[in-house]
């Protein structure tokens, strides 16, 4: 029954958004079938979470559902203030990349919750990682967006405005991140901090983004160098999402709570 529903959800998302790229010119109805094809992701979460009886946030599928759910409404506050298509258009495509590998990789949904996941920290933590997720990958796109303009002497210094402001909401719910997870730490082993892979890797993120950060409002007219950093800011952070479980130290981490998919 879930996996029927998912299908459908698909299906219906990716109509909703394609009619949306048809009628782009004409503004309500691209908005409408855009907060349409969310909402049919978000009532598919809130079905999930019902069905498991659990916040549908354990495995990296889960976690694809709700970047999923997310990136549209950022890509569409992103096109209100700045309007730019191509922005909103993004955020769809990877929305959609989202979906399609979890219809690709089908997971077996389980209602049950290892005891360091019953915590009260589980679903703040991993939500507020989620925004910030999402907000720096818009933010990855403004900066090859910047460095194509750079190459051709044509950089707009709206992009640049842009992906400051991505970065400083990022930052701020990536220390969120942080904050809750060290507090979930210490109640689940029994220290805040442990040098574990994944927190390593944590850390490291939120180092590339604040150099970034620091670049920018050191040196706020050198733009390239600040891009390339935000650039691999993002990579840094694709490692620290899933690609620290195919590092074999993931053996050994407590934050593996089951294989990726």
Known sequence: MIWSNFILVLLSSSLLWLLALILYKKEFLKRLFIVLGTV????????LWVKLERPPLRTLGETRLWYAFF???????????????????YSLGLSLLFLVINYMHPENFSKTL?????????VPHVVVYIFAYAFLAASSLVAVRGLYQHYYQKLDRKVMLMADNLVYLGFAFLSLGLLFGALWAKEAWGHYWTW????????????????YIHRRHHMPNVSKSSLWIL?????ILLVCWFGVNYLPSAQFSVHTYSQAP
Not at 40 to 47: K, P, R, S, V
Not at 114 to 122: K, R
């Open 40 to 47: 049919c992701i978000g009532a598919f979460i809130a079905f």
């Open 71 to 89: 990136l549209p409404a950022i890509g569409m506050i992103t096109y209100m203030r700045w309007r730019y298509n191509w922005m909103l258009f």
């Open 114 to 122: 290892m005891p360091a996941l019953q915590s009260p920290w589980f």
């Open 196 to 211: 574990d892979p994944k927190e390593t890797w944590a850390l490291i993120t939120w180092l590339g983004y604040l150099i």
């Open 231 to 235: 650039a691999l800011a993002f990579v």
